[in-house]
Structure formats: C-alpha cells, structure tokens
C-alpha cells in the first residue's frame, strides 16, 4: 500500500492526508481504499471524507470531539485516529474492481465546436480524434470546479491541447471537454474554458438524486460516440 507521506491540518475542522504529488492511478486507488475505510467505520464526529487526486480531506466536528475527549485538541486526537488506522490499513486493504460507466457523446457540429481546433493542434483528422478519445478508458480522479465536474484522467498523450487562451462565457451542460492532460464533463451550463470537442444528453448533476452527481471518484468512463460530426 502507498501510505500519504503526511498529515497537515487544513483547518479547525478538517485534516489532509497527503500522498507524493503526481496524477497517478496507484495513488487515486490508495485515496479511494482509504476512504472506504474511514466511512466503512467512521469515528463519532466525522462529517464528511473528500478525495482528491493525491489527498484525502477529512472533516469533523471539533466540538463534539472535545466533549467525548476530554484533555486533547479535536486536531490531535483525530490525527493520531488516522495513523492508528493507517498503521492496520497498510496491513490489510483489497483492491475494489472499479464501477464502470458508459457516457454517450455526440462528437463535433455545434455540439463539439473545437474539434476541428483539437485535431489542428494535434496534427490529427476530427475522425481520428474522436476514435482515439472514444477508445480511451478514464478513470475519475476527483470531483470539483463545480458540483458533479469529475477530473478524469487517461487521456491519449496524442490528443492532449491545452485550455482556450479566452474562456466561453456560456458552455453547455454535457458538454464534453480537453483540457491539457485532462477530459471533463460539464455537469450545468456555467463559463469554461477547455476544448468542447462534443456533447452527452446524460444528466450529470441533480440536486434531488443519492448522490447527486452521476460520476464519482474512482469510476471508469468510456465515451461511446452516438453521432459523429
């Protein structure tokens, strides 16, 4: 098991777990088992476990803490929980088999209007890019930037553009996008900047499902083209 390098304190109310700094599935994969763990038995004060693509935030309630331990800091007595857990994980944790989801995408028109741009970057025909980022299999690093945007690594090297030097205004929900090493989703029409290359009419976000946001992090997506330019 890679076991976080560190534990810092975010805030009064929060501690990171810290791994090297690099997008790394071996990482994501550790982050993932640990917060399996941590909620699998969670710690009476914890509120929420957030991963990320090389750390782990763990928020809690300092109050309550306090009043079930008296003598310690929220703070301590929630780290040395977290190496005491470390200490048994780094003993015992089983890979989970990833959940797969399949996203279909129409590619190009006025639902992708940089594709052409992608394929000039990249040296590519708009064919050959939409095969080479349909063919790919992604793996949700983190959810962020908004409610339900999941970071998704995996990405060909071929196909890899960076953001658009003046960002849209508007961008679509759905709407499928490059940016450097990276794909996304946008889950709701707000302002972006990466690569629209397509669009999905699969809902992403909604405020009233368990859990709101579709993806998660650890899944694996493959973009399946339903029309093509």
Not at 20 to 26: N, Q
Not at 74 to 86: D, F, I
Not at 160 to 167: E, V
Request: proline share 9%; glycine share 8%; net charge neutral.
């Amino acid at each position: 098991m890679l076991l976080p390098q560190r534990i810092y304190q975010l805030s009064e109310k929060a501690l990171t777990l810290a791994w090297e700094t690099r997008i790394d599935p071996d990482i994501s994969a550790q982050v993932r088992r640990v917060q399996r763990e941590i909620l699998a038995q969670p710690f009476p004060g914890l509120t929420e476990v957030v991963p990320a693509y090389a750390s782990l935030t763990v928020f809690y309630d300092p109050v309550l803490i306090r009043k079930n331990h008296p003598g310690q800091t929220a703070t301590s007595w929630v780290e040395n929980w977290l190496r005491q857990q470390m200490h048994t994980l780094a003993q015992d944790l089983a890979a989970v088999k990833p959940r797969r989801v399949d996203i279909p995408v129409c590619y190009g028109g006025d639902l992708g209007p940089d594709l052409a741009e992608v394929a000039h970057h990249c040296g590519l025909s708009p064919e050959a890019v939409i095969e080479q980022h349909s063919q790919a299999v992604y793996q949700v690093y983190m959810l962020g930037f908004v409610p339900g945007f999941a970071y998704m690594g995996g990405l060909p090297e071929s196909l890899h553009t960076p953001r658009k030097m003046t960002p849209r205004a508007q961008v679509a929900a759905g709407s499928v996008g490059i940016a450097g090493a990276q794909t996304g989703i946008y889950p709701m029409t707000i302002p972006g900047g990466w690569q629209i290359i397509g669009r999905t009419a699969l809902p992403l976000f909604h405020i009233s499902h368990t859990p709101p946001a579709l993806l998660q992090a650890g899944d694996e997506i493959r973009f399946i083209p339903v029309y093509s330019l």
